[in-house]
């Protein structure tokens, strides 16, 4: 559990398996896995049992999160045929069935608001950070309708801006940045874009990695140097 203790697998595969993400209700972990060549997006249950697959394209499907009722999994794939390559947000019942694209033209590390009616994602060329990078190759933070329309840029730092985080409330955005200067790290920005961003962590030795929000709003956990951090939001 959180507090740690004696930690036993949920999968046994030769694959590689990755990206777990718990539904809110605690129930299912979604995860990625390559165990039939690409990465398809698969649930077990919290305690145990057998793996449901639930995408089967020949594009790797990697999940970002959940709807807030744990009916459906985020999860962004490089479907399109188009050049230059990119990533698209879909979504799926939990049940399995048909794939549905929520955005609307690029899209990654898409997340559900509380109340599930709209996505914050990333969108950009950036898959890479660099400290101090600044250029056409930077990603800001959208938003967007839980349909895939009214999107709206929400960031506009010239450097990168990834892993976007709602809190509690669905009225601000947490995310890994370096808009306040120094190396890449958590911060907070109101959506109605009237607040400055403010700061979350203050990392100096390394950049935060792979940012993630707890279901209650309370704490984000992260990793800086291959270990993991946590921190209470704001």
């Known amino acids: 559990d959180a507090d740690g203790g004696e930690a036993h697998p949920l999968t046994m595969h030769e694959k590689h398996e990755y990206i777990p993400v718990f539904s809110p209700d605690g129930k299912w972990i979604a995860f990625s896995s390559n165990r039939h060549g690409q990465y398809d997006v698969f649930v077990v249950p919290v305690k145990g049992g057998r793996p449901k697959r639930l995408t089967y394209d020949s594009a790797d499907d990697y999940v ?4 807030p009722d744990s009916q459906h999994i985020l999860f962004q794939s490089g479907r399109s045929i188009d050049l230059p390559f990119r990533f698209e947000l879909f979504s799926i019942s939990v ?13 990654r590390d898409g997340v559900y608001s509380p109340k599930g009616d709209r996505i914050a994602y990333v969108r950009g060329p950036g898959t890479w950070y660099r400290k101090g990078y600044v250029g056409s190759s930077n990603d800001d933070i959208w938003i967007c309708h839980a349909d895939g329309s009214n999107n709206r840029q929400i960031t506009t730092h010239k450097g ?5 985080m709602w809190s509690a409330d669905g009225k601000s955005l947490y995310y890994v940045s370096d808009c306040l200067g120094g190396l890449a790290n958590i911060v907070k920005q109101d959506i109605d874009g009237k607040a400055k ?5 203050t990392h100096k030795d390394d950049f935060v990695r792979r940012a993630r929000l707890s279901a209650n709003g309370k ?3 992260s990793e800086e140097r291959r270990v993991g951090k946590e921190c209470r939001s704001r």
């Not at 990168?160 to 976007?164: C, F």
């Not at 961003?197 to 962590?201: F, G, H």
């Open 160 to 164: 990168q801006d990834s892993y976007p």
């Open 95 to 107: 049940n399995g069935g048909q794939v549905k694209q929520v955005s609307a033209f690029e899209g």
């Open 64 to 67: 970002t999160g959940w709807s």
């Open 197 to 201: 961003q403010t700061a979350v962590t």
């Open 219 to 221: 704490v984000i956990r």
